[in-house]
């Protein structure tokens, strides 16, 4: 009887204990919730009340994945600033990305958000510190300079031509030719063949095994990152579990270091008739300036440059091929341009007679505006000055973000913004849209791979235009595909074509 007694004042007490945990973690939650809302130094910023308050409402968003295109209403119900997490706040005016973004910025990525993307070390994407990353930079730039992508010409050239055989057999066997993962496998070879060495035996580059591996990758990781992005502990957690458990990892992901660490040896030994490719390039600078990068720093790199040039690319020109071939006026137009360059369906123009092609320019142009590769926030960290915009004052320390389609999809500057229409960049005012278009950003975090992206959608673009056309040209109908960190197309744009004579 004693024990029955002792035992139910033990239940009571551990009852009441946990009511008493309970009551308090409803008072911690309550006072985090009035301090976001009333006192917070971005009280006075409107947003969503659950995002005041806690980071799901933007992860519920973002995870829907089509989070900036939501975003962009709301600001026709809140303003120009809306708060989006308790310390974030999205902009949507053009001076204010202007200043973000800007060569020598203070506005410093965002930790959590970046470190989403890093693996075992730190890349010129994801170095938050603007000496580390001026460093990096020092070390790669020489190679993607237009001086030196001028020599990278044959590279692109010769990428590009198993993606048009693959048009051609399909077309000789009157299928359908997808042309998303033609054109994702033409990005990839062109990216392998610029980081590590071109093989001339092996245009290709990247074999079919392999590459479909690393689609997997990029497939997986704009939606997979996220939960990382909003809640950074769930990655030291994961990393953790890897550590003890490394079969939990992903075959994918880590295929993606080991294919850059097999390239990167193969591209040491290798004696190349071409270009040596990118981390040669860096190898001789390093002994040259007396630095040193361990293996893993250098394949950190080959990651990034495969995560982040191949799909952007790949979807920026399956985006204007896919309008262009529905669009049978501005498709004629564009060809009788080429043939000026082009008098043989097989002929390669340099890519200077390619940058002269006005209409080209001008689709290309349209093709990044409307792809807007980069959909998502690029978070920034307001620096001990704050930042004064739209009559707020943002403190230092918050987090802002301007996502860049605010700019490309920009109403009052580019009327019915979703619509392809590359005659809006020959008109009198595409001084004032350029000052609009920054699909690869701008300042001193501007995309590296800018003017190798530009050469590869010149040359694609220009190859395909002039050799293949539409069978007929069917109504436009929409891509489908998803709005994370970036556009994750999830279509294979398929189309009956036929061969030019
Ligand atoms: C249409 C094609 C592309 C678009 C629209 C694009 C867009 C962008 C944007 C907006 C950024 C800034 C991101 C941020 O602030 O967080 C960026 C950075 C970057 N991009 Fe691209 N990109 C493209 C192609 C490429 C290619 C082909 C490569 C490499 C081969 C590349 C490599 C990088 C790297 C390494 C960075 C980080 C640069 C830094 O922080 O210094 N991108 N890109």
Redesign the pocket.
């Known amino acids: 009887m004693a024990t029955v007694l002792y035992d139910s004042g033990a239940m009571l007490t551990w009852a009441y204990q946990c009511i008493l945990f309970g009551l308090a973690l409803l008072l911690y939650f309550s006072l985090t919730c009035f301090y976001n809302v009333f006192l917070h130094p971005l009280a006075k910023v409107p947003g969503p009340f659950l995002a005041k308050i806690s980071t799901f409402w933007l992860f519920g968003k973002e995870i829907e994945g089509d989070a900036a295109n939501n975003l962009a209403q709301l600001h026709k119900k809140y303003g120009p600033l809306i708060r989006v997490k308790p310390n974030e706040v999205v902009i949507n005016d053009r001076e204010a990305f202007v200043t973000i973004?800007r060569q020598g910025t203070k506005f410093y990525?965002e930790e959590n958000f970046?470190n989403s993307f890093k693996g075992t070390h730190g890349?010129?994407?994801n170095i938050q510190d603007p000496e580390d990353?001026s460093r990096r930079?020092r070390l790669m730039s020489p190679s993607f300079s237009s001086a030196s992508l001028l020599t990278h010409q044959d590279i692109i050239y010769a990428s590009i031509e198993p993606a048009l055989e693959a048009a051609s057999r399909l077309i000789r066997l009157e299928k359908q030719v997808p042309l998303f993962p033609i054109i994702r496998k033409f990005a990839l070879d062109s990216?392998s063949a610029?980081a590590f060495g071109f093989d001339s035996a092996n245009p290709t580059h990247v074999d079919d095994n392999s590459a479909g591996k690393i689609f997997s990758a990029l497939d997986a990781s704009p939606h997979d990152l996220l939960v990382f992005q909003h809640f950074p502990f769930l990655r030291t957690l994961t990393r953790q579990l890897a550590r003890l458990f490394p079969k939990m990892v992903p075959d994918d992901v880590l295929f993606l270091t080991r294919y850059g660490m097999e390239k990167l040896q193969a591209s040491r030994e290798a004696k190349l008739p071409d270009r040596p490719g990118l981390f040669k390039e860096m190898e001789q600078l390093l002994v040259a300036k007396d630095q040193k990068l361990t293996d893993d720093e250098l394949v950190a790199e080959s990651s990034?440059?495969f995560f982040?040039?191949t799909d952007?690319?790949a979807s920026?020109i399956a985006f204007s091929l896919w309008h262009l071939l529905h669009d049978k006026d501005s498709y004629t137009r564009l060809q009788r341009e080429l043939e000026t360059v082009m008098p043989e369906t097989t002929s390669r123009p340099t890519l200077k007679q390619l940058e002269a092609l006005p209409f080209l320019e001008a689709c290309i142009k349209e093709g990044?505006r409307v792809?807007c590769?980069?959909r998502g926030r690029?978070p920034r960290v307001v620096p001990s000055d704050g930042l004064r915009t739209n009559g707020y004052f943002v403190p230092p320390g918050s987090v802002v973000s301007i996502p860049?389609s605010y700019l490309l999809y920009d109403e009052n500057t580019f009327p019915e913004p979703k619509q392809y229409r590359p005659e809006r960049w020959l008109g009198d005012d595409a001084k004032n849209l350029e000052s609009y278009l920054y699909?690869?950003?701008r300042g001193?975090?501007?995309?590296?791979?800018?003017t190798?992206?530009m050469a590869?959608?010149r040359v694609c673009i220009a190859q395909f235009v002039r050799r293949f056309s539409p069978v007929k040209y069917e109504p436009l109908r929409p891509i489908q595909g998803k709005e994370y960190v970036t556009w994750v197309m999830m279509d294979d744009l398929a189309i009956r074509l036929r061969e030019n004579e």
């Open positions: 973004h990525k970046y890349n010129l994407f990353h930079k990216i610029f990034t440059l982040a040039g952007t690319t920026t990044l792809t590769a980069p690029l860049i699909p690869f950003s001193s975090r501007v995309c590296i791979g800018q190798l992206s590869e959608q």
